[in-house]
């Protein structure tokens, strides 16, 4: 009777020991697997784009970096009538110093700055300000951070009488744009696409506004300019 006692009392120990000891290396797999988890951080997946420029996921024959904007491309803009529309550039912030709303326009050129495609904000806008003719923003060195393209159109343009044509490195066609009419009286501001500089993603906006620029873009701003 005694020796029942001791030996069922011995294996309630030894299921006691033996669970505790199973938790225990439970636990050691469990902590090996989170320290294996942790060295094997996942990376962040390249930017990639569709062939219209647009941010995509998964990496398939339509969906690849380089479909994605890089440096130098150009924005082309042409128009019909003889009032020339003026492009306008929203810009990131080089540093902390730089002020509120960075942008630049058709001030920003070859000729009045030389260096606009070598110093902050690395684009030049060069236009044929007279018209009928054609205007070509050329962004250098593409900054992370975001950029917004804006057209000024005067007063009374008709639908369609200025293109904008969005090309690549390479000088593929990337996406178009035709602007929208302007019945008012007044300057207003068209918002036209917007680029993720990091990724070099584009989305296209094809907005009016109600105000000229820049304030339709940014209030406050601050024009900056390589010279």
């Not at 001791?6 to 320290?35: H, I, K, N, P």
């Not at 690849?64 to 492009?87: M, R, S, Y």
Request: with cysteine; aromatic share 8%.
């Amino acid at each position: 009777m005694e020796q029942t006692a001791f030996d069922a009392w011995t294996r309630r120990r030894f299921a006691t020991a033996a669970s505790g000891l199973s938790a225990l290396v439970g636990l050691g797999l469990a902590e090996r697997g989170m320290a294996k988890k942790k060295k094997k951080k996942k990376k962040k997946a390249p930017g990639r784009c569709w062939i219209d420029g647009t941010s995509c996921g998964k990496e398939e024959k339509q969906c690849q970096a380089k479909f994605c904007l890089h440096a130098p491309f150009t924005i082309e803009a042409v128009w019909t009538n003889d009032g020339g529309q003026g492009a306008y550039l929203v810009v990131p912030p080089r540093n902390a110093a730089t002020g509120p709303g960075p942008y630049l326009n058709f001030a920003c050129n070859d000729v009045n700055s030389p260096k606009c495609g070598t110093a902050y904000p690395f684009a030049c806008i060069n236009e044929d300000q007279v018209g009928p003719g054609d205007g070509v923003t050329t962004v250098h060195t593409l900054l992370s951070g975001a950029y917004e393209y804006w057209i000024q159109l005067n007063p009374e343009t008709d639908e369609g009488e200025l293109t904008i044509t969005l090309r690549d490195k390479g000088g593929r066609v990337v996406q178009e744009w035709e602007a929208p009419a302007n019945p008012s009286d007044d300057n207003v501001g068209w918002h036209v696409f917007d680029i993720d500089g990091k990724r070099g993603a584009i989305t296209s906006v094809d907005d009016l506004s109600d105000q000229s620029l820049p304030k339709a873009a940014r209030d406050p701003y601050t024009f900056v300019c390589g010279n």
